[in-house]
């Protein structure tokens, strides 16, 4: 049975930062490549950073120079580093593991930015 369990989702001030975690299991996590998305009310889903088996990164523009994705293939865990807060943050943020033609999500963890 796969699971993604996130954790470190919260409030937080504007300017702030978090430390989102994912933590894989059913899935050989080396194998896969990871991301995460956020939702925010009312608009798609949509990719924030991912991460290849390589270790490569890719960004959306509004979060590049302030959120880092990073992988531990030893705990299988992936982490996003929000620095630099800003309200539009504001989202659920979802983890998604993919390999080929299989596709796994996360529960999501609620993120608010607001003074």
């Known amino acids: 049975q796969v699971q993604l369990v996130e954790s470190g989702g919260g409030l937080v001030q504007p300017g702030g930062s978090l430390r989102l975690s994912c933590a894989a299991s059913?899935?050989?996590?080396?194998?896969?490549?990871m991301g995460w998305y956020r939702q925010a009310p009312g608009k798609q889903r949509e990719l924030v950073a991912s991460?290849?088996?390589?270790?490569?990164?890719n960004y959306a523009d509004s979060v590049k120079g302030r959120f880092t994705i990073s992988r531990d293939n030893a705990e299988n865990t992936v982490y996003l580093q929000m620095n630099s807060l800003k309200p539009e943050d504001t989202a659920v943020y979802y983890c998604?593991?993919?390999?080929?033609?299989?596709?796994?999500w996360g529960q999501g963890t609620q993120v608010t930015v607001s003074s």
């Open positions: 998604n593991a993919h390999r080929a033609f299989t596709n796994y």
């Open positions: 059913g899935i050989i996590f080396s194998m896969n490549a």
């Open positions: 991460i290849t088996t390589g270790g490569s990164t």
